[in-house]
């Protein structure tokens, strides 16, 4: 069965940084991409940054250059460093794997409130 546990968001002020954390269970983590995804009110989710099992990383082109994707193997987590924040980046932040749909199993999600 698998778990995703989001932790680490906050209020914020804009410029501001806060790191995300996400911790899965139920996956062989070490073989396994996963993503980070946002949800702002009244908006879809969207995808903001993936992580494949080397390493390899991809962001929303409105993130690039502030937000910063990575994972510790160990501790079965993945990261989403987030610098620089806008009011835009208000949003619920979840991870999953890339291309997860509605109908996948989520976590609770964490809330990223960034104050201009």
């Known amino acids: 069965q698998v778990q995703l546990v989001e932790s680490g968001g906050g209020l914020v002020q804009a410029g501001g940084s806060l790191r995300l954390s996400c911790v899965a269970s139920g996956y062989i983590f070490r073989i396994s991409a996963f993503g980070w995804y946002r949800q702002a009110p009244g908006k879809q989710r969207e995808s903001v940054a993936t992580?494949?099992?080397?390493?390899?990383?991809n962001y929303l082109d409105s993130v690039k250059g502030r937000f910063t994707i990575s994972r510790d193997n160990a501790k079965n987590t993945v990261y989403l460093q987030m610098n620089s924040l806008k009011s835009e980046d208000t949003a619920v932040y979840y991870c999953n794997k890339p291309g997860a749909r509605d109908s996948d199993s989520w976590g609770q999600g964490t809330q990223v409130t960034v104050s201009s």
């Open positions: 992580i494949t099992s080397i390493g390899s990383t």
